[in-house]
């Protein structure tokens, strides 16, 4: 309980934080990032030991520029547009992107055995949550491996998972085969800034960020791991009944978000 408190101060911190700076930052670094790419554009010596220089700072100025985007994700600011979504086609969607992210020794597979239940999201957001849950998986199967999507709809009795409600949930499980975790980083890995990652690989931010996705959504996510074997994460994001007649018609009524 005392864990999951600090979690959640943890978050909210970070998101105050990023309200302010993250803003500034990436116009900042966009300029940094713009006057590299000059320079490295009017040096015509391609031989010369300042090109390996200029390079190299531009690496850690769009490695800043990631994570600035990352904690951005975390405020307010960033504008949302929700609308109705099938899981499984978001996914097919999704299917090169997979491919070329997770590189040739990693089998994608996805499923859809879902009823053809709609949620609300921001296909962006998710389709990033997503993503991020893929890199994830790489990461654990150091490259090698079977990245497994099933995507589903389930009713859940009260609290069945986490602190959501009785309800009717379109799920999204992404399992891999990878190096699993131990029960004490399970424990932590919804923290911020948690990461057991060498410094500039991992954040420790994907997960903290998804979690946050996941409460503003009103839905769940469930954590299964086992070392050397695998891990799942499964996503219940809230079934939107009402929006399953039309998608056009859905989208077109759907009010814009308040800011
Ligand atoms: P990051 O990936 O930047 O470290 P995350 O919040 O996404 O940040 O993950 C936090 C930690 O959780 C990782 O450093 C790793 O130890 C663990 N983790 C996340 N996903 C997986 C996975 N699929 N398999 C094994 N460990 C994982």
Redesign the pocket.
């Known amino acids: 309980q005392e864990g999951k408190l600090r979690q959640v101060q943890k978050m909210e911190a970070v998101g105050q934080l990023t309200g302010g700076i993250a803003h500034d930052f990436n116009n900042m670094l966009a300029v940094v990032l713009g006057g590299l790419e000059l320079a490295k554009r009017q040096l015509h010596n391609h031989s010369s030991p300042a090109l390996r220089h200029i390079e190299s700072a531009m690496e850690g100025a769009n490695r800043a520029a990631a994570l600035t985007r990352q904690l951005l994700a975390f405020s307010r600011e960033e504008s949302l547009r929700l609308e109705p979504i099938a899981a499984g086609e978001l996914i097919t969607g999704m299917s090169d992107l997979l491919d070329r992210t997770l590189g040739d020794a990693i089998t994608v597979v996805a499923r859809d055995i879902g009823r053809g239940w709609l949620t609300h999201a921001d296909r962006h957001q998710l389709e990033n949550v997503i993503l991020?849950?893929a890199?994830?998986?790489r990461?654990?199967m150091e490259g090698r491996g079977t990245l497994t999507i099933v995507t589903s709809g389930t009713a859940l009795a009260e609290h069945a998972v986490g602190r959501c409600p009785a309800g009717e949930y379109v799920t999204i499980a992404v399992s891999?085969t990878?190096?699993?975790?131990t029960p004490e980083?399970m424990e932590r890995?919804f923290e911020p800034f948690?990461?057991?990652?060498p410094v500039g690989?991992?954040?420790?931010?994907?997960?903290?960020q998804i979690f946050a996705f996941v409460r503003q959504a009103e839905g769940e996510i469930g954590l299964q791991?086992e070392p050397g074997k695998?891990?799942t994460?499964t996503l219940y994001l809230p079934r939107d009944a009402t929006a399953s007649v039309s998608k056009a018609e859905q989208i077109a009524a759907v009010p814009e978000p308040v800011a």
């Open positions: 991020n849950l890199v994830n998986a990461d654990a891999d990878g190096c699993g975790m980083v890995v948690f990461t057991t990652k690989k991992g954040t420790g931010l994907g997960l903290s791991s695998g891990t994460v």
